[in-house]
């Protein structure tokens, strides 16, 4: 599989506020693209993780996507 994301992100911070930065990491089914698409490391990948879950559970990403 070839990554998303050709260079290396430059995202120091993820904030759940900031969903556009967030939707690129969310795939068409509503799901949260893994590490080796990403290419992040593993504690980015947890700060990302829990940054979609916050913007989901307040509403600004959904949870499942739409058919």
Do not use: W
């Amino acid at each position: 599989m070839a990554k998303i994301f050709k260079h290396r992100t430059d995202v120091a911070f993820f904030d759940y506020k900031d969903f556009k930065t967030l939707q690129r990491y969310v795939n068409v089914y509503g799901q949260i693209e893994t590490r080796k698409k990403t290419g992040l490391t593993e504690s980015q990948q947890r700060r990302l993780s829990v940054a979609i879950k916050r913007a989901r559970h307040i509403a600004l990403l959904p949870f499942v996507a739409s058919n």
